[in-house]
């Protein structure tokens, strides 16, 4: 059964910075994307981050390109999402997702339970 674990979230200072992990497993073949999402109470689902094991592809939103950074480690199968020079726009709930999709699907079928991301002084 697949299965994603998250951790790292908490309460960090205006331009801290965090590294959420999400641990996958249940999945028997590598050609899947795992994905950060985030969302603020009564604002939409947004794309943070993808990474796709099969082809090595990366994507970043624009919004926090060059402050976000997604990465593997395979032998873990453990992903991250290092968060660097954080905002309080910044606060959500992040979620680590994975499915059998391309980066950049807006839909995916495993979801982690979401860890709470608070940027506040």
């Known amino acids: 059964q697949v299965q994603l674990v998250e951790s790292g979230g908490g309460l960090v200072q205006p331009g801290g910075s965090l590294r959420l992990s999400c641990a996958v497993s249940?999945?028997?073949?590598?050609?899947?994307?795992i994905a950060w999402f985030r969302q603020a109470p009564g604002k939409e689902r947004e794309g943070v981050a993808c990474?796709?094991?099969?082809?090595?592809?990366?994507y970043v939103s624009d919004s926090v390109k060059g402050r976000f950074a997604i990465s593997r480690d395979s032998a873990k199968n453990t992903v991250y999402l290092q968060m660097n020079s954080l905002k309080p726009a910044d606060t959500a709930v992040y979620y680590c997702?994975?499915?059998?999709?391309?980066?950049?699907?807006?839909?995916?079928?495993?979801w982690g339970q979401g860890t709470q991301v608070t940027v506040s002084s």
């Open positions: 997702a994975a499915d059998f999709v391309p980066c950049g699907a807006s839909i995916y079928d495993h």
């Open positions: 249940g999945f028997t073949k590598p050609h899947y994307a």
């Open positions: 990474f796709h094991a099969g082809d090595g592809s990366i």
